[in-house]
Structure formats: C-alpha cells, structure tokens
C-alpha cells in the first residue's frame, strides 16, 4: 500500500495535544517495593518513569498528560506539583542546580489526573481518557511509564505516518524469534515505505515457531479516536482485563488502517527488576556526573563475578 501525504484531508492538522500515560497498574513485579512506591516513581539515576515521560511527551510537542492514576497512586500526580517550601530552602542554602531539579517536572507540561478505581486493564484505562480530549482531537498518544525508547524521535515519526496514512500508528521493535514469547508479535506486510509497515493482526506472546514475525509491540502509541469506540465493544480478555490489543484487533477488522514504525534504537522495560536494572545502568554510564565512575565500578564487579564462576 503506498504511503502518500493526505494532509488536505486533516485540514487545519496540528501534531498531539494530548499523551495519555496509564499508571494506575499493581506493579507486581516489583513488589515489594510498590506496596509503598508507585513504580513510575521509582528513580531512572535520579528521575522517576514518570518524568522521563512528561519529558518526552513535551518534545513531541504535547501540552497535556492525562495520567490515569489509582486511588492508592496519588504520589505519581504530586510529583509535578510546586515544592515552594523546598525550592525556598534549597535556594536559601546555594543549592540551585537541585532546585531547578524540584521545579522541573511541573513546567515540563500540564498535567492532569483520569482516576481508575480499579485496575481493570490497560484498555480500560485508556478508555477513561476519553472525555480529556478536546472535541477537534481526531487522535492522541498513548505512551507507558515503564517502557522506555531510545531515541525519542521514534514518536515524531509515527506522528508523521498518521499524517499520511490517518489511522492508528503503533511502535514496533525487533526481538530474536525465541523472545517473541514474551510480547504482543505483529502480523505485517511491506508498505512502500522503509521502516513503515502495514498491521494484519496481532498474536499474544505466541510460540515463536508460530509468531507471524518477530516485530514486537512497544509502549508507544498514536491511536486514532476510533479506539474509544472499540474498547466500548470488546469483551474483557486475558486475565479477565480489557485488553488494548484486542481493541486494536477490532479496529483493523473493521477495515481501519493501523501501521507500525520499526523502532531501531533501544528499548528498556522498567516494569520489572529484569530491565529495570539494565535501564539504571544505561542512564547511569551515560550520566556526565556518575558515568566514569560507574564504568570503572562496573567492569570490577563483573571481573569479580567472572573470577566466582
Ligand atoms: P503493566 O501490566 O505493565 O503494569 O501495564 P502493571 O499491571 O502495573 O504491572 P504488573 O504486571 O502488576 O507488574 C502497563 C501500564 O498500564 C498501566 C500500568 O500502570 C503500566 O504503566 N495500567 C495497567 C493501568 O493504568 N491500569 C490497569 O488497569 C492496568
């Protein structure tokens, strides 16, 4: 299919104004930190999920995160709150690079809390976002705290994809086949454009013998507002919990375009210790003040567990 700019058709198209961010999720996987810490507050170096989201929503160019927050998970909304107290004490006591550290997250963009009583799903939790949206917005981004894609731009791409073809455009990246078992593996065909692909279908986590590829799903949607309607229609699914991906399913059976870009950078999940450490690790050699030390650090414990084996 090929891919050609339709923009006189979005006259008056302007880019995302609103990234939907879901955080009202249990965290299992790292209890028992999350009795206590909502998971996208646990710190990346020094800056939690959250804000490395608020981040990368305001690059793209939105002016509003609609955090789907629980209950129990309030800690996730505060922290774009103002620190006047602090800010005052830190700037009192020559402390301005910390200051300016507090008052970050708040200016990053404008945040605004969508409750989820309870922990229904991720489509559930999308769903609630509806009524967020201004009535001139056609589409929107959902981006997951725990998933983290590097670069950024990949965002910026799909955008552009949305604008040419219309429709949902999700983020796809590459895994060996025997990893296909642990993700959402997309059914595609070839579009005329390179990295662009068109989506047939999608297969939970598949035995990789029979995953249709090896292009998996990531944490980055564009999603048009279409998708209200179909997480309205679905029945709950895996885990007795509204399922994005058969919200999805549904839309592509009903004929509407859905693409994905192949990301070709990193990914790191930090929904888990697993990729959660990695991502810490990353950051970190890459972080100007404690990079250097870390390498050096680093390449003594792994000469000290190799020497162990
Ligand atoms: P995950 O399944 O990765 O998060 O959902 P979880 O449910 O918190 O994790 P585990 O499996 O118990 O460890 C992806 C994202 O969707 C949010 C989560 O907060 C996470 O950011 N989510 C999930 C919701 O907002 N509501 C839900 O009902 C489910």
Redesign the pocket.
């Known amino acids: 299919m090929p891919i050609k700019s339709n923009d006189a058709q979005d006259n008056g198209y302007h880019g995302v104004k609103t990234v939907v ?11 028992p930190a ?1 009795k206590t810490v ?3 507050l646990l710190p990346v170096v020094d800056t939690p999920g959250i804000e490395l989201i608020a981040e990368e929503a305001a690059t793209l160019g939105a002016t509003r995160l609609a955090i ?3 209950p129990k ?1 309030q800690e996730v909304m505060r922290h774009f709150d103002e620190f006047p107290e602090l800010v005052r004490t830190l700037r009192a006591r020559g402390k301005e690079e910390q200051a300016v550290k507090v008052e970050r997250a708040g200016k990053l963009i404008k945040p605004v809390s969508v409750p ?1 009583e ?5 489509g ?3 769903g609630l976002a509806e009524d967020t949206l201004d009535d001139d917005e056609q589409f929107f981004a959902v981006m ?4 983290i894609v590097m670069p950024a731009t990949v965002m910026g791409e799909m955008e552009r994809v949305r604008r040419a073809v219309g429709g949902s455009v999700l983020c796809a990246f590459e895994v060996s086949r025997e990893q296909t078992a642990d993700y959402g593996v997309f059914d595609v065909e070839d579009t005329n454009a390179p990295g662009v692909k068109k989506v047939k279908g999608m297969v939970e986590k598949p035995d990789p013998a029979d995953a249709p590829s090896n292009l998996v799903a990531t ?1 980055r949607y564009i999603l048009d507002r279409k998708v209200f309607s179909a997480l309205r229609r679905i029945k709950p699914g895996k885990g007795g ?2 399922q994005l991906t058969d919200a999805i399913e549904l839309l592509i059976r009903e004929g509407e375009p859905v693409h994905v870009v192949v990301h070709r950078g990193t990914r790191h999940d930090l ?2 210790p697993g990729g959660y450490i990695p991502a810490c690790v990353d950051f970190g050699l890459r972080n100007e003040q404690y990079g250097p030390a870390l390498y050096k650090d680093l390449k003594d414990i792994i000469a000290r567990y190799e020497a162990e084996l």
């Open positions: 961010v879901p955080a009202a999720g249990m965290g299992t996987r790292f209890l999350t909502p998971k996208e789907i927050t629980a998970k989820q309870e922990p229904l799903g991720l559930h939790a999308i997951l705290p725990d998933d944490g919990e509204i929904g888990n």
